[in-house]
């Protein structure tokens, strides 16, 4: 136990004010005693305090945790059991609670200043925490128990706190308010929108359309550069059913082509093709690396439970998880949840945008957003009848009064309709289904689910498989990739899909399934799922290791989940070698020996992987600009990376002035490569390695001192 003197110091260490040495000279010690009391004074932080404890829950609670430290949750009654959870996180997690809280309802810059400005005006756009507080009331009771039963636990561990508020208060200078169910819920819609609001997949189009032009070039930056396989396979649903929308737009497939590795996978196998002889199921969510980690893991026992899984921070709820009887896991459906409206306005109607054949005045909303170290931001959102203006949420070049370069077509606004701002209570649906015994009984809990559209895979105790889509996909009267013209009836919500109507599998022949944010059904599907999907390498890769593994186990699962191997690659390497014909420089060669001898696997020792896609990058860089301005090239560049791997074959579409032309720029972009791996490693091709170029690096948000980030 320090003493009270070793503690101001070790405090001092962390926050930085004076260097450590002075510190230790002042002391009388060395520097290294310093380290060690920062280090006994974040382990002292750290403990739990007493076995027991006097709190509100009505029976009684118990809090359990195994050698990984995993809260396992014990009650006999649902508010008991959910005053745990909340007690557990708090306990774990309580200044992660407040960042989130804070970054949902747009608070962060009062204690981080300006950097998180831009995080603060997000959320006060789209309305976090308004919209928040209308959904609270409407809760059912069982929902609204278990967000006020877990707002009070957090809040009882703010009551107790044996040794005090976790360190990142100290280091920040503030203290925590007391916990709200509105803060639940608003963590739970900034996480929403991280997920489903992605405005760059709206703009991107529009800015694609100014750089290139429509036609044969535009279609080619959207098309994937490998066959395109579906979670709900061709032949599993009826095409024609009746339709109560009286007919919309058929199904279109668009693809953001996104580089490999990128995304989240799940998948579930009958019994019949598993050692045990019992359906097994495997789901791999790709969120952010953070510290602290965007999960929160626990086991929920008792009061009609009997789940384990994963929580999003704050919230009370299981979003992947299993019980005796079933598991269920996610992947992000990527079905299109949010539009941007084009809204016209004139001068002479100040403040007032074009709808329904009248000049209407827009509502105003004034927030004050405070800044440490600054002066308060003032911030004027407007709304029309779709939601907020968004214009400052883009880029400058993706806003209507700069895309078309003065073209007349009016001045114009950008407002926001997104399926997350609508009531609705995904939380009861978490409940409901960590209760559910079957897969029926698990796609019956998820009814009600509106945001975010997520991939479904269930497996449950009696060998039965399912796949459902989840959320409510907008019927649109056309398809448009890009903005919609809020005067357009097209372009107007008309309801959503029923949920029978949206894709859903069980128990198919082949005895599998599979998504992996690849399409969710063929083009002939009855109802429009229009999306940008990422369909290369991740989808068809699980299936064929799927199909061609029999019988399955952990063991499987687990070499399915770490495979590295990279069909792009093999798909582009062949071309690349022979576009690079002859090398003439010991570099050069060095280098094509090693792509000459790669099994395209992305290993952390591999210099071909590193060289490879360190090639890719430069050369897809290389594409993007050779038809997209400077001022346009940066904001698209994510885009369009089915083009490039084509583009390695053959000239698609006449990207390139000819061969000629093509054939240089990668030449080019193999040269850059290289030097940027010289650079940034040495001229020792054996270092340039997958893994020194990929090292994960998250920071914590609150750490801002050298000896912070050491720890």
């Known amino acids: 136990m320090l003493a009270t003197e070793q503690r101001r110091i070790a405090l001092a260490a962390l926050t930085g004010p004076r260097l450590l040495d002075a510190l230790a000279t002042d002391a009388g010690v060395t520097p290294d005693v310093v380290k060690e009391w920062v280090r006994t004074y974040l382990r002292e932080k750290a403990d739990l305090g007493p076995g027991e404890v006097r709190t509100r829950v009505r029976k009684g609670a118990e809090i359990i945790r195994d050698r990984r430290g995993v809260p396992h949750l014990f009650a006999d009654e649902p508010y008991d059991l959910f005053y745990a959870f909340g007690y557990a996180q708090a306990q774990d997690r309580l200044w992660q609670l407040d960042y989130l809280r804070r970054m949902a309802h747009g608070r962060l810059a009062e204690v981080y200043g300006p950097a998180m400005l ?42 107790q706190l044996p040794v005090g508020l976790p360190v990142e208060f100290a280091m920040l200078g503030y203290e925590p308010e007391p916990w709200r169910p509105v803060d639940s819920i608003a963590v739970q819609r900034r996480w929403w929108w991280y997920l489903t609001g992605r405005l760059h997949v709206l703009y991107t189009p529009e800015l694609v ?20 396989t579906y979670i709900v396979p061709p032949g599993a649903y009826d095409p024609t059913p009746a339709r109560p929308d009286g007919g919309v737009a058929a199904l279109c497939d668009a693809f953001g082509g996104a580089p490999d590795a990128v995304g989240s996978n799940n998948w579930a196998v009958a019994g019949a093709l598993t050692a045990s002889h019992t359906a097994m199921l495997a789901s791999d969510p790709h969120v952010y690396y953070t510290i602290p980690p965007e999960w929160y893991e626990a086991h929920l026992h008792g009061a009609g439970y009997d789940a384990v899984g994963l929580a999003y921070p704050a919230t009370p709820g299981l979003v992947i998880g299993r019980t005796p009887d079933i598991a269920w896991g996610i992947t992000n459906n990527i079905c299109l949840q949010r539009d941007l409206y084009l809204e016209r306005t004139d001068a002479a109607h100040p403040d007032a945008y074009w709808h329904d054949g009248a000049w209407v005045t827009m509502t105003t909303v004034n927030e004050q957003i405070a800044v440490q170290g600054g002066r308060p931001h003032h911030l004027t959102v407007r709304f029309t009848a779709r939601g907020p203006v968004v214009d400052h949420l883009v880029p400058p070049e993706a806003r209507p009064t700069q895309l078309w370069r003065g073209e007349v077509r009016g001045e114009q606004l950008l407002a926001l309709r997104w399926v997350g701002a609508e009531m609705s209570d995904e939380t009861q649906c978490m409940l409901d289904l960590a209760r559910a015994t079957t897969v029926d009984e698990a796609r019956a809990s998820l009814h009600d689910w509106r945001c975010p559209t997520w991939n479904l895979g269930l497996a449950d105790s009696t060998g039965k498989i399912g796949y459902q889509c989840v959320g409510a996909l907008p019927l649109r009267g056309r398809h448009a990739l890009g903005y919609r013209v809020g005067e357009e009836p097209l372009d107007a919500w008309r309801g959503y899909i029923p949920f029978d109507g949206l894709p859903a599998l069980d128990d198919p022949p082949r005895g599998w399934i599979a998504s992996a944010n690849n399409p969710t059904a063929p083009p002939d599907f009855p109802y429009p799922l229009g999306g940008t999907w990422t369909p290369e ?64 696997r992305l290993t952390t020792e591999s210099a071909a992987a590193a060289i490879y896609y360190v090639f890719f990058w430069r050369w897809h860089h290389r594409v993007v600009t050779e038809r997209c301005t400077p001022d346009f090239a940066p904001l698209v560049v994510d885009s369009g990376w089915g083009l490039s791997s084509r583009l390695l074959h053959e000239n698609t579409a006449d990207w390139f002035a000819d061969d000629g032309a093509r054939l240089a720029a990668i030449h080019a972009a193999f040269a850059e490569a290289l030097d940027w791996l010289t650079e940034r490693l040495g001229p020792d091709l054996v270092v340039w390695q997958w893994g020194a170029i990929h090292q994960l690096g998250v920071r914590h948000p609150a750490a801002r001192t050298p000896l912070q980030h050491a720890l």
């Open 537 to 600: 390498d991740r989808a068809p890769r699980i299936e064929r290791l799927l199909a061609a593994t029999n019988p399955h186990s952990l063991e499987t699962f687990r070499a399915l989940q770490t495979d590295v191997y990279s069909g792009r690659a093999a798909r582009g390497l062949p071309a690349l070698l022979a576009a690079l014909g002859t090398v003439t420089t010991a570099r050069d060669a060095a280098a094509v020996a090693a792509l000459r001898n790669w099994d395209c």
């Open 209 to 228: 359309r100014t750089g290139i032009g429509e036609g044969a070039r535009y279609d080619a930056f959207y098309t994937p550069d490998a066959p395109v």
């Open 118 to 159: 831009e995080s603060d005006i997000l959320a006060r756009t789209i309305r976090i925490t308004r919209v928040s507080e209308e959904i609270l009331p409407r809760l059912g009771a069982e929902s609204s128990l278990a967000f006020d039963a877990f707002a009070d636990g957090v809040n009882g561990w703010l009551a």
